[in-house]
Structure formats: C-alpha cells, structure tokens
C-alpha cells in the first residue's frame, strides 16, 4: 500500500465478509426450514430469515464497494483519503443502519417493500452515509495531484448510483 488511508478497505472489507458469513446462516436456515428441519421457526420465522439474508446481500455489496473505492481512489488520485475519519464514522454509522435493520425485522418491524425494507427513517440515514460517501470520495479526486479514467468514471458511477437510490 502507497498510502496509510487505504486501510481504512480492511476495515470496510472485514465487515462486508462478517456480513456475507450471516448472509449464509441465514440461508442456511432457510434452506433447513424449507427442508422441514424448522426447529428454529419459533425464534426465527421464514419470513424474517428470508428478509434478513436479502437485505445483507445489499449490505455486504455496498460495504465492499465502499472499501474498493477507498482502496482505489488514493492511488488514482495519488494522495491520502480527504477525510478518513469521517469514512470510519462512515463504516460505524452503516454497521449500526444495519444492526437495527435486523432487530427490526426479528420484532417484524418492515416497509415490505423488496430490497429495501428496512424502516423509512433507516433510509435517511442510508442516504446520508452515501453521500458521506461520495463527498469524502469526491474531495480526495478534486484535490487530488492527478485524474485519471478511472477514478472519474468511479465517482460518476458513484454519483449516478445514488441518484438511482434517491
């Protein structure tokens, strides 16, 4: 690694693995409850165990997004991430969207809308870490000693993506 900002990815990356191995748990009872071998049915009905492991897949991706993005953009733009504390309060803030997001689907708490249905004020703060996201990205481009393809075409993808989501 050329710069100390870039491990600011293990951390987004470590947790995107933690998730994806509760992302397979929850498969994994699924598969077992649609076996027959529902022994876990009182405590975890189908229903919640299917929204939880589709909504980590959204989490995982999003996280090992983020953490690719913080290691490539130091490199393209051949300085330190602009503000990489505010990528770590970034990272915390998501795990904790996420924690919630689980416990409210366990207490059947849900919008029921495919992919997103963590509870609308949950939302809000998906979107404010996104363009946290994209402001520390952003800033560490503008400032940075070189543009490049690659980075240009990341943050413009970056931008389209939440966009899209908003």
Not at 133 to 162: D, E, P, R
């Amino acid at each position: 690694m050329k710069f100390k900002t870039q491990k600011i990815a293990y951390w987004f990356f470590a947790s995107a693995l933690l998730l994806f191995v509760l992302q397979i748990v929850y498969g994994f009872i699924m598969s077992f409850a649609h076996m027959g071998y529902d022994n876990l049915h009182e405590w975890i009905p189908f229903n919640t165990a299917r929204a939880v492991h589709t909504n980590l897949l959204v989490v995982w991706l999003l996280l090992g997004f983020m953490g690719s993005a913080y290691f490539i953009i130091p490199e393209e733009a051949d300085r330190e991430i602009a503000w990489p504390k505010l990528a770590y309060v970034q990272l915390i803030t998501f795990l904790i969207v996420g924690v919630i997001a689980v416990i409210c689907y366990h207490l059947n708490i849900w919008e029921g809308r495919k992919f997103l249905e963590i509870p609308r004020p949950l939302d809000y703060l998906v979107v404010v870490n996104v363009l946290l996201f994209l402001a520390n990205i952003g800033w560490t481009i503008w400032k940075g000693k070189q543009y490049t393809t690659t980075s240009i075409v990341l943050f413009m993808g970056l931008f389209c993506a939440a966009l899209l989501y908003l």
